[in-house]
């Protein structure tokens, strides 16, 4: 029996208040808790509101740690189309968080395998993960964790899905920029979260389905996490307003 609750609500901005909400919630509880954040347009308006936050004092960063899921292999942390350059513009730059506590897996590593390994080991000594905040692919994928033969127990180098590559290619000037492998979190360093939440829009709504419902099988990384006793998905019925 899937233990996942998932919520559905009206709006992209009534997601985004929940998700700010829970996520406020566990650094007032945990000021020096670690984050695990996502990129992508599902977390937008959320950051948004945490930004907001904390422009008017009601939240406070400075103790905040945060580990990030994913990178593109071969774009250097100042690339715009890369998700450091994403994570400082929508949330670090606009919070009084510690940038040397923000950590991202590198994407220009010499050696990525090594990267990987010190990028999961980083995980365990910051104590784990308390909140992950996740978004989810049309095919299932969380993190950069494509359907596959089995679900990958730590943060690894993978290639990219070709569902996934037309879906992000839109980001980039050119679809030829699009990079063809990234480095992610593992679904087991998903797993080892203390607890999870999940963003996705109306185009999700069949996968969160299949992810909640479904059988749990690699070749839909979400439904592995069935098997966590904590786990949240927000649905929102409409997309976000253009601005
Ligand atoms: C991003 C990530 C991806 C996205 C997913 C959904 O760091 O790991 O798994 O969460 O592709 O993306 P959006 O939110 O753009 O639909």
Do not use: W
Not at 23 to 37: F, H, M, N, S, Y
């Amino acid at each position: 029996m899937s233990q996942i609750r998932l919520i559905e609500v009206e709006s992209y901005e009534e997601m985004s208040r929940l998700a700010a909400e829970t996520i406020a919630a566990q650094i007032r509880e945990k000021p020096d808790g670690v984050l695990g954040l996502a990129t992508g347009s599902s977390p937008i308006g959320t950051y948004d509101l945490l930004a907001d936050a904390c422009a008017k004092g009601e939240l406070d960063f400075s103790g905040v740690r945060t580990v990030n899921l994913d990178e593109y292999c071969g774009l250097a942390p100042d690339n715009p189309f890369g998700y450091r350059y994403f994570m400082n513009e929508h949330l670090f730059d606009r919070v009084n968080i510690d940038k040397a506590n923000t950590f991202v897996p590198s994407g220009t590593a010499q050696d990525m395998d090594a990267e990987a390994a010190a990028y999961e080991a980083r995980v365990d000594a910051m104590g784990g993960i308390d909140l992950q905040l996740l978004g989810i692919g049309h095919n299932g994928h969380i993190g950069f964790n494509e359907p596959a033969e089995g679900f990958a127990p730590n943060t690894h180098v993978v290639e990219l899905a070709a569902r996934t590559r037309e879906a992000n290619a839109k980001f980039f000037e050119k679809p030829e920029d699009m990079p063809r492998y990234a480095i992610t979190m593992g679904v087991g360093t998903i797993l080892r979260a203390r607890r999870i939440l999940l963003l996705g829009g109306p185009d999700k709504a069949e996968i969160m389905e299949r992810a909640a419902h479904g059988p749990v099988h690699p070749s839909v990384p979400a439904s592995a996490l069935q098997l966590h006793p904590d786990v949240t998905f927000l649905l929102c019925r409409q997309p976000p307003r253009a601005k």
